[in-house]
């Protein structure tokens, strides 16, 4: 029998990623846009929030982001290898679709030829291959959110903000992607907050879907989601999807009065 040396323990990254407590947003003008906001994203979780108009789910990403600061509570985001995607695709229309991946990286300093394996790597998992010489005009609306995903994607981001990145884009399109994302989600196990208006797309993506009231935002429910990673795209049409999914639209309606 051969003896094993004992393992010494490594001090491993922090799994909660962003952690909230208490958090409230007061803005200049006196509205409050956000109370009592407790949440935490662990690694390798997706979680998406869902709310009526104007509740604060975007000014919770832009705090997170480091964007805002909020006015009271706490709120630790445990790193900073932050990715952002926005509701617009926010490209640069003199720039090819390699060169406005890059980006991200060029502002971070990185070499020429680090900048170009990154956008290479990037382009390729968002399946854009074919399309790098490209300018945003000759893009569809997918492939200008995927050309944004694929420059966040540089960065090798440990946390990952969505602000309703899919909302204008057909279902069709929206469903691809979404599956795509979950796609990236499953191999790069970073953490993921994401905004949506749509309950079907929240409860598809996700790990846990978190339910905002009105004006103030504050979290009138919390729901797991229990379908495995990766996920089969049928299981939209589930009996247990649409229940689900009936179950956090009715918390929405509640927390909207």
Known sequence: MTATAPTRPTTAPPT????????????D??????????????????????????????????????????????????????????????????????????????????SKEERRRKAADAIELVGLGGFESSLPKQLSGGMKMRTSLARSLTLDPELFLFDEPFG???????????????????????????????VSEAVYLSTRVVVMSGRPGHIVQTFDVPFPMPRDPDIRYTTEFAELVGEVSHALREGHH
């Open 16 to 27: 909660t990623l962003l952690d909230f407590r208490d958090v409230a947003m007061q803005f």
């Open 29 to 110: 003008n006196g509205v409050t846009a956000l109370e009592h906001v407790d949440l935490t994203v662990q690694r390798g979780e997706f979680v998406t929030v869902v709310g009526p108009s104007g509740c604060g789910k975007s000014t919770l990403l832009r705090i997170a982001s480091g964007l805002e600061t909020a006015s009271t509570g706490s709120a630790q985001v445990s790193t900073s290898r932050i990715g952002y995607v926005f509701q617009d695709a926010t490209l640069l229309p003199w720039r090819s679709v390699t060169k406005n991946v890059e980006l991200l990286a060029e502002l971070h300093g990185d």
């Open 168 to 198: 204008a884009l057909d279902e069709i399109t929206r469903e691809r992607l979404n599956d795509e994302l979950l796609k990236l989600f499953t191999e790069q196990q970073f953490a993921g907050l994401f905004i949506t208006h749509s």
